[in-house]
T-cell receptor, first 114, second 115 residues
Framework: AQSVSQHNHHVILSEAASLELGCNYSYGGTVNLFWYVQYPGQHLQLLLK??????LVKGIKGFEAEFIKSKFSFNLRKPSVQWSDTAEYFCAAIFYSGTYKYIFGTGTRLKVLA | DAGVTQSPTHLIKTRGQHVTLRCSPI?????VSWYQQVLGQGPQFIFQ???????GRGNFPDRFSARQFPNYSSELNVNALLLGDSALYLC??????????????FGSGTRLTVV
């Protein structure tokens, strides 16, 4: 069965620290990958997406993610976090096997200390 | 441009009742998908509709159904409500189905409480 796993449930960082959030998926077929962010009290917003081509994807607000097919991973990175990055981050994937399924990970709560 | 709009924003229902949630996609978007988000968890995929046809379905019981109208708006219906159906129900729209170069735009959700 298709699945998306986020292993870090809570992350606490100080401002200017580097961030890497893990995301793994299980599926051998075609998959499209996304990272979404949900700021407190706001709705989900798309950070970045991968469909094909360059496995290093750059998104909004200085975030990037790298698709490593051999590791079934799509980790989110940011070189230097800010207090305003405090939010919940969701990895998601679209799997296609006759029909479409859009699967989210359980999310990672990031708290950045000023 | 208006984003994805959902109504109502909050709803309280009694066990066994029926509920209808509504979603209006971004103008020009033909794909609508529905998700259930329980507190502390990621959104769970319920349905995807494109051009008024169901194109994807998650692992939800038959009590959950949906439809998409000619104007691409959508309804999610839940029958015989259970306490466990209490959640935030999210709608998202996209200009294309499934694999899309744009990702989905989410609404703010409908908070359903079943008592």
């Amino acid at each position: 069965a298709q699945s998306v796993s986020q292993h870090n449930h809570h992350v606490i960082l100080s401002e200017a620290a580097s961030l890497e959030l893990g995301c793994n998926y299980s599926y051998g077929g075609t998959v499209n990958l996304f990272w979404y962010v949900q700021y407190p009290g706001q709705h989900l917003q798309l950070l970045l997406k991968y469909f094909s081509g360059d496995p290093l994807v750059k998104g909004i607000k200085g975030f990037e993610a790298e698709f490593i097919k051999s590791k079934f991973s799509f980790n989110l990175r940011k070189p230097s976090v800010q207090w305003s990055d405090t939010a919940e981050y969701f990895c998601a994937a679209i799997f296609y096997s006759g029909t479409y399924k859009y699967i989210f990970g359980t999310g990672t709560r990031l708290k950045v200390l000023a | 441009d208006a984003g994805v709009t959902q109504s109502p924003t909050h709803l309280i229902k009694t066990r066994g009742q029926h509920v209808t949630l509504r979603c209006s996609p971004i103008s020009g978007h033909k794909s609508v998908s529905w998700y259930q988000q329980v507190l502390g968890q990621g959104p769970q995929f319920i349905f995807q509709y494109y051009e008024k046809e169901e194109r994807g379905r998650g692992n939800f019981p038959d009590r959950f159904s949906a439809r998409q109208f000619p104007n691409y708006s959508s309804e999610l219906n839940v029958n015989a409500l259970l306490l466990g159906d209490s959640a935030l129900y999210l709608c998202a729209s996209s200009s294309e189905q499934g694999t899309t170069n744009y990702g989905y735009t989410f609404g703010s959700g409908t908070r359903l409480t079943v008592v």
